[in-house]
């Protein structure tokens, strides 16, 4: 388990298939014990760039969203983001979620 995953706990409640992808709804449980509730969307060229279809889209999602915990943190994590905008936004995103 990484420094990132004992911080934070992400459950995924729920996965619903969309146009481009997947939307998962997740809730955090924060390291001061408070949880949130957030929906990330994954679309399908993402999954495919970032594993090539090796490891599971709700893996992939529950990985995603515990690096935008660590770089966001609780005050800026989004109530909605995709993985897309977190690639763009989180330096090394590619290579930490592969790492994962």
């Known amino acids: 388990m990484s420094d990132l995953e004992k911080q934070t706990q992400v459950t995924i409640d729920g996965e619903h298939d969309t146009d481009r992808g997947w ?4 809730t955090i449980r924060w390291i001061d014990g408070t949880t949130s509730d957030h929906e990330l ?3 399908w060229v ?3 760039h970032l594993v090539g279809g090796m490891i599971s889209p709700s893996v992939l999602a529950k990985s995603a969203a ?4 660590g770089y966001l943190g609780q005050g800026e994590m989004p109530a909605r983001c995709d993985v897309s905008s977190l690639r763009r936004i989180i330096p090394d995103f590619d290579a ?3 790492a994962m």
Not at 66 to 69: D, E
Request: aromatic share 6%; net charge negative; with cysteine.
């Open 23 to 26: 939307l998962y709804t997740m």
């Open 41 to 43: 969307t994954l679309a």
């Open 46 to 48: 993402d999954h495919e």
């Open 66 to 69: 515990i690096l935008a915990c």
């Open 96 to 98: 930490s979620v592969k």
